[in-house]
């Protein structure tokens, strides 16, 4: 019986495993493709816009003429009455501007001051005031407590006066002269409306040299250093008082501080 010879080791050896073949490596991906880029958008739209306004041609009246000023302790609105000649105002923003600058400066030593807070275009068929009857038409229908009514026409006739012209009036309402206004014309100078103001403030005409209100023809003192005179603003403090207790003129300043110390604070 034949042996078998061992080589080393003990026990029967085992036969090898078969190689196993290496795996075939995998194919990289194939690189992913850039976006396209977005399509632009259309630039959007802009919404129709309403119509611009007309611009009111009077409000510049209002915004572009001096204030009250600051110093004063009164301030009195005036309501502005203009005539449309041609559809247009009968006077200029500039012209209002320089009757209620010289007021103001003329009318500071009794601590009043005065500005424009409202404007109306009279209608067309208002143009000159020829006599009495149209001038009491002026301000039946437009006058109100609180304000100073001032009327800008073409042209003022001279009811004394045959076929004259002047430059303003301070006119009572034949009816009720409690109801009062001033009317100017178009070619007042810029001292016109604070002489018929101290019409309203109840001056009569004067004999004074230096007065506003003496009418006599005179070189001395110029027009430009006219004013009232001492006994004149005395008078006037005591009317502009009057007026005031009485409600035919409201001091704006005194209404607004009255109506901020009642207002309920904001939390």
């Not at 036969?15 to 632009?40: F, L, M, T, V």
């Not at 030593?109 to 009857?133: C, G, K, N, T």
């Amino acid at each position: 019986m034949l042996v078998g010879c061992s080589t080393g080791g003990s026990g029967p050896s085992t036969p090898e495993a078969p190689a196993q073949p290496e795996p075939e490596p995998e194919p990289e991906p194939a690189p992913a493709p850039e976006p396209e880029p977005a399509p632009e958008e259309p630039p959007a739209q802009r919404e129709p816009t309403e119509p611009l306004k007309k611009k009111d041609p009077l409000a510049a009246y209002v915004s572009e003429t001096p204030r009250c000023l600051a110093e004063a302790g009164r301030c009195f609105s005036i309501a502005l009455h203009l005539t449309m000649p041609d559809g247009a105002p009968v006077q200029s923003v500039d012209w209002v501007s320089g009757q209620v600058r010289q007021a103001n400066r003329l009318f500071a030593p009794i601590d009043v001051s005065v500005q424009v807070d409202s404007v109306d275009a009279l209608p067309d068929e208002v143009q000159e005031i020829d006599d009495r009857a149209a001038r009491d038409a002026l301000g039946r229908e437009r006058f109100s407590r609180g304000v100073l009514h001032v009327f800008v026409t073409p042209r003022l006739a001279d009811v004394d006066i045959a076929g004259a012209e002047i430059r303003g009036v301070h006119w009572r309402y034949r009816p009720d002269t409690k109801r009062r206004w001033i009317i100017l014309s178009k070619i007042a100078s810029d001292l016109v409306l604070s002489h018929e103001m101290g019409h309203f403030f109840g001056l009569p005409h004067s004999r004074y040299e230096v007065s506003l209100m003496n009418k006599s023809p005179r070189d001395d003192p110029p027009w430009s250093e006219r004013r009232f005179a001492d006994p004149e603003l005395a008078r006037m403090r005591k009317h502009r008082d009057q007026m005031v207790r009485s409600g035919m003129l409201i001091n704006r300043k005194a209404a607004k501080a009255a109506t901020t110390a009642v207002s309920p604070a904001r939390g």
